[in-house]
């Protein structure tokens, strides 16, 4: 028996036909155990329901009850959809210990979820999905929530690791299920209800935040419903085209603020993805704060969706808003029959993969919908794992509705092909388009003068791909358009033994040796100039931070994993030696060898580079930015540009001698004198998009 295994069932049968064979996964409500059907002789999912367990006894019977009847509502609801987890059974256990729990039984699944595979593709640098990818993929879960919502029932925690793949994450059609039809209205019933359950429960929240609506968070947006999932459904969307999670923060509240903040929504744009001014605004509506200003199902949002790319909706019902009001009328529901909407997503996933419109002609059916009399808010339990998997049983709810009769179904119109796209923004060669966005800008535990951590949001800009190079500064100044770059160093205090040893790195004494390397020994103006006569200017302190680190709080470009030599050129063992040649005495960042005891050629590193593919943005050389140095206030700000003057000008990103982790996080800051000339100082630029 494993030593996890609380309630002691690994061993047992249960209901007379589930051997209970290996616990695989605990969480605070349920506790997940592979079975085999003894009759069958097939593997299955028991998902044991043990919150019950702590319920006040008066309240027990009542709750099980309800247990009882949401499962019954997920069977019906499976039956309808291959791409939802199968229900098989549902009933009563007694443990060892003489509790009667809840229990379902589910299909067994092998494969992953898609929060594993999207993790995975991230970890290998496999560039995320086109948006046509991206719906193929999901398609079959944007259509098995349209009809879980056509059936007034909504889901509340859409979440990639509730998108289960059962083959090839990147075959043209790869099966998925929407796992976790789950608990989270049991558990509210049972903490209403009292009992130990009450005081062990009540701080866990119902839903997943990083991919939760302004309802889930404040009641005061309104109620949650089939609009929360449209939600939900759009941020899962973004992250699969952009390889980053839409609602960033570093904790709770950070993250409630990006899903409730009016001045920033987290739609592709917004993440760096270029789509469509037509695709955008499906994800806009898609996302607004107010569930009214939503698409009330996500049948809508991803017909939207679909008319946004060219392609033809879906055919199948989808009831308006007002089918979720309070007291509506008892009738019958229009639902596409199973075998059409299966064909339908079949034949729309194919048309997609070859880039055609698909048009599947389906007939709808009446079916008759629970008794209308009966508003039950109970949620049930529901998943399907992978063998081994031993991730956390999220607390998910479904709602059942009560729907009024609909007007019959039609068969979807045809749709005429959106107008020819916007053209995306432009910028110069060897710059990249930041789309801008919203960041808390600094650190609350780095060093005092980068902080406080502040919320910034910038507009769209252009930065280089590159640090400025040798051979690119020396075109500029031939023409005569820019001063040339300094043979010498130049700072106050320099001594006689500083300018024997750190004057020969100056690139421009040798520049064909170093043409593909950074350009230094300039000062501000130089750099300023430099951008100025080849069509841009100096990247803003906040606008090199976005760029270098994005909106999720990461610690380094890359990530949060620490420096190394296969990141960035600081200093390693080959900068040490250099140092102990030359008499001076700085210490090793890490302790392997990256290749270049000084300046190496920009590009060196493209396992370093950051979400936005900016290049070098930390190591080889210190970087000018436009802004003088100031302390930050704590203030939120919107495209800051620092004061109007001051005494020393910020400098960013750590040089190839830099021998402290800190000072290659991008919120770190550091200032020189604008005048200085220095070995381990250049620069790159920035532009405003055309």
Request: aromatic share 8%; proline share 8%; with cysteine.
């Given at each position: 028996?494993?030593q996890?295994d609380?309630?002691?069932?690994?061993?047992?049968?249960?209901?007379?036909?589930?051997?209970?064979?290996?616990l695989?996964?605990?969480?605070?409500?349920a506790?997940?155990?592979?079975?085999?059907?003894?009759?069958w002789?097939?593997?299955?999912a028991?998902?044991?329901?043990?919150?019950?367990?702590d319920?006040?006894?008066a309240?027990k019977?009542?709750?099980?009850?309800?247990?009882?009847?949401?499962?019954?509502?997920?069977?019906?609801?499976?039956?309808?959809s291959?791409?939802?987890?199968?229900?098989?059974?549902?009933?009563?256990?007694?443990?060892?210990?003489r509790?009667?729990?809840?229990?379902?039984?589910?299909?067994?699944?092998?494969?992953k979820?898609?929060?594993?595979?999207?993790?995975?593709?991230?970890?290998?640098?496999?560039?995320?999905?086109?948006?046509?990818?991206?719906?193929?993929?999901?398609?079959p879960?944007?259509?098995?929530?349209?009809?879980?919502?056509?059936?007034?029932?909504?889901?509340?925690?859409?979440?990639?690791?509730?998108?289960?793949?059962?083959?090839?994450?990147?075959?043209?059609?790869?099966?998925?299920?929407?796992?976790?039809?789950?608990?989270?209205?049991?558990?509210m019933?049972?903490?209403?209800?009292g009992?130990?359950?009450?005081?062990?429960?009540?701080?866990?929240?119902?839903?997943?935040?990083?991919?939760?609506?302004?309802?889930?968070?404040?009641?005061?947006?309104?109620?949650?419903?089939?609009?929360t999932?449209t939600?939900a459904?759009?941020?899962?969307?973004?992250?699969?085209?952009?390889?980053?999670?839409?609602?960033?923060g570093?904790?709770?509240?950070?993250?409630?603020?990006?899903?409730?903040n009016p001045?920033?929504r987290?739609?592709p744009?917004a993440?760096?993805?270029?789509?469509?001014?037509?695709?955008?605004?499906?994800?806009?509506?898609?996302?607004?704060?107010?569930?009214?200003?939503?698409y009330?199902?996500?049948?809508?949002?991803?017909?939207a969706?679909?008319v946004?790319?060219?392609?033809?909706?879906m055919?199948?019902?989808?009831?308006?808003?007002?089918?979720?009001?309070?007291?509506?009328?008892?009738?019958?529901?229009?639902?596409?029959?199973?075998?059409?909407?299966?064909?339908a997503?079949?034949?729309?996933?194919?048309?997609?993969?070859?880039?055609?419109?698909?048009?599947?002609d389906?007939?709808?059916?009446?079916?008759?919908?629970?008794?209308?009399?009966?508003?039950v808010?109970?949620s049930?339990?529901?998943?399907?794992?992978?063998?081994?998997?031993?991730?956390w049983?999220?607390m998910?709810?479904?709602h059942?509705?009560?729907?009024?009769?609909?007007?019959?179904?039609?068969?979807?119109?045809?749709?005429?092909?959106?107008?020819?796209p916007?053209?995306?923004?432009?910028?110069?060669?060897?710059?990249?388009?930041v789309?801008?966005?919203?960041?808390?800008?600094?650190?609350?535990?780095?060093m005092?003068?980068?902080?406080p951590?502040?919320?910034?949001?910038?507009s769209?800009?252009?930065?280089?791909?590159?640090?400025?190079?040798?051979?690119k500064?020396?075109a500029?100044?031939?023409?005569?358009?820019?001063?040339?770059?300094?043979?010498?160093?130049?700072?106050?205090?320099i001594t006689?033994?500083?300018?024997?040893?750190?004057?020969?790195?100056?690139?421009?004494?040798?520049?064909?040796?170093?043409?593909?390397?950074?350009?230094?020994?300039?000062?501000w103006?130089?750099?300023?100039?430099?951008?100025?006569a080849?069509g841009?200017?100096?990247?803003?302190?906040?606008e090199?931070?976005?760029?270098?680190?994005?909106?999720?709080?990461?610690?380094?470009?890359?990530?949060?994993?620490?420096?190394?030599?296969?990141?960035?050129?600081?200093?390693?063992?080959?900068?040490?030696?250099?140092?102990?040649?030359h008499h001076?005495?700085?210490?090793?960042?890490?302790?392997?060898?990256?290749?270049?005891?000084?300046?190496?050629?920009?590009?060196?590193?493209?396992?370093?580079?950051?979400?936005?593919g900016?290049?070098?943005?930390?190591?080889?050389v210190?970087?000018?930015?436009?802004?003088?140095?100031?302390p930050y206030?704590?203030?939120?700000?919107?495209?800051?540009?620092?004061?109007?003057?001051?005494?020393?000008?910020?400098?960013r990103?750590?040089?190839?001698?830099?021998?402290?982790?800190?000072w290659?996080?991008?919120?770190?800051?550091?200032?020189?004198?604008?005048?200085?000339?220095?070995?381990?100082?250049?620069?790159?630029?920035?532009a405003d998009?055309k």
């Open positions: 028996m494993s996890d609380t309630l002691r069932l690994v061993g047992t049968v249960v209901a007379e036909k589930y051997r209970v064979d290996s695989v996964a605990e969480g605070g409500f506790l997940l155990y592979k079975a085999t059907h003894l009759i002789k097939r593997s299955v028991l998902k044991v329901f043990k919150a019950l367990g319920a006040a006894r309240n019977e009542e709750l099980l009850q309800n247990f009882i009847r949401e499962g019954a509502l997920l069977a019906d609801l499976s039956e309808r291959a791409s939802i987890c199968q229900a098989r059974d549902v009933g009563m256990l007694v443990t060892p210990a509790e009667t729990i809840p229990f379902m039984v589910l299909e067994w699944l092998e494969g979820s898609l929060e594993e595979v999207l993790a995975n593709e991230k970890a290998q640098q496999i560039p995320p999905r086109t948006l046509v990818e991206t719906m193929i993929l999901l398609g879960i944007g259509q098995a929530l349209a009809l879980a919502h056509t059936l007034g029932v909504a889901h509340r925690d859409v979440k990639p690791a509730n998108i289960f793949l059962l083959g090839d994450p990147r075959d043209v059609v790869c099966p998925v299920k929407l796992l976790d039809f789950g608990i989270a209205k049991v558990v019933d049972a903490q209403k209800a009992g130990a359950f009450a005081s062990t429960t009540g701080a866990m929240t119902a839903f997943t935040p990083s991919y939760a609506a302004p309802e889930q968070f404040s009641r005061s947006h309104g109620a949650t419903g089939p609009w999932d939600f459904l759009a941020l899962v969307a973004i992250e699969c085209i952009t390889g980053e999670t839409a609602l960033g570093d904790d709770f509240l950070q993250i409630a603020y990006a899903a409730t001045t920033q987290p739609t744009r993440l760096g993805a270029v789509v469509t001014d037509e695709v955008e605004a499906v994800f806009e509506r898609a996302l607004a704060i107010d569930p009214k200003a939503r009330g199902t996500v049948g809508e949002f991803w017909n969706l679909r946004a790319v060219g392609q033809d909706p055919s199948i019902a989808s009831p308006s808003r007002r089918s979720y009001l309070p007291t509506p009328p008892p009738g019958s529901i229009m639902v596409t029959p199973r075998a059409a909407v299966e064909a997503a079949t034949a729309a996933a194919a048309a997609a993969s070859l880039g055609e419109r698909a048009s599947v389906t007939t709808p059916r009446a079916v008759t919908p629970t008794d209308p009399r009966v508003a808010s109970i049930i339990l529901g998943a399907a794992v992978t063998a081994g998997f031993a991730g049983i999220g998910t709810a479904i059942h509705f009560r729907s009024p009769a609909l007007p019959p179904a039609v068969p979807a119109p045809s749709v005429a092909l959106p107008p020819p916007s053209p995306a923004p432009t910028c110069p060669d060897e710059m990249v388009y789309p801008g966005g919203q960041f808390f800008m600094g650190s609350d535990d780095g005092e003068k980068d902080k951590s502040h919320n910034v949001r910038l769209p800009f252009c930065i280089g791909i590159y640090e400025v190079t040798t051979s500064y020396l500029c100044s031939d023409t005569g358009r820019c001063k040339r770059a300094s043979r010498v160093d130049e700072w106050q205090g006689a033994a500083q300018r024997k040893t750190y004057d020969p790195l100056c690139n421009i004494n040798d520049p064909v040796a170093h043409a593909q390397e950074p350009i230094n020994c300039v000062d103006d130089r750099a300023q100039n430099y951008c100025q080849t841009g200017r100096l990247p803003t302190e906040a090199w931070e976005f760029a270098a680190r994005g909106s999720d709080g990461r610690q380094y470009p890359w990530g949060d994993e620490p420096p190394s030599a296969r990141y960035l050129n600081a200093c390693g063992s080959e900068c040490v030696a250099w140092q102990h040649k001076e005495d700085e210490k090793a960042m890490y302790a392997s060898d990256d290749g270049w005891p000084n300046t190496a050629p920009v590009g060196s590193f493209p396992l370093g580079k950051s979400r936005y900016l290049m070098d943005v930390v190591g080889n210190w970087e000018w930015v436009a802004d003088w140095y100031s206030t704590s203030g939120a700000a919107v495209d800051p540009k620092g004061p109007a003057s001051g005494k020393a000008r910020v400098i990103g750590g040089a190839w001698n830099g021998g402290e982790a800190s290659v996080r991008p919120t770190f800051r550091f200032m020189r004198d604008p005048t200085a000339l220095v070995y381990a100082v250049g620069f790159r630029c920035a998009p």
